[in-house]
């Protein structure tokens, strides 16, 4: 019985992820070379994390022509169990003309944490882009 629920929920969450890729594409700006490399890609959000003992902040920033209007959002997401749906608790969102900055406020998290942004021209949804760092 246990190995049934156990394959259920490796099918499940095969299946989430799964139509969670194409808005979740795993990638991670901690180092400065990646964030400049990610920072030279247009409409491309760059996310990191700081992380100390009262918290975690999420901050996602995106390099844009200075003549479009960009949106740029950051969330901060927590798992409750494994296979359970990430469940936003802080994001932050900015819209203005050209490179853009979004910061969300410090949380408290103990379960697994993962960082989304989306960022891209704020008036084109069809060409803003998603990425999620990896569990942490």
Request: glycine share 6%; proline share 6%; net charge neutral.
């Amino acid at each position: 019985m246990r190995t049934r629920i156990a394959a259920v929920m490796m099918t499940v969450a095969g299946i989430a992820g799964l139509s969670a890729a194409p808005a979740m594409a795993a990638t991670t700006a901690t180092s400065e070379a990646d964030t400049v490399a990610c920072a030279s890609v247009l409409n491309r959000p760059c996310i990191t994390h700081q992380v100390d003992s009262e918290g975690i902040v999420g901050i996602a920033q995106v390099n844009a022509d200075p003549n479009q209007l960009t949106m740029v959002q950051v969330e901060v997401r927590t798992q409750q169990a494994w296979g359970s749906p990430w469940e936003t608790i802080a994001s932050a969102t900015t819209v203005r003309l050209g490179s853009a900055q979004a910061v969300t406020p410090k949380v408290t998290a103990t379960a697994p944490r993962i960082i989304c942004a989306t960022a891209g021209p704020a008036l084109d949804v069809s060409k803003q882009v998603t990425t999620c760092t990896h569990p942490f």
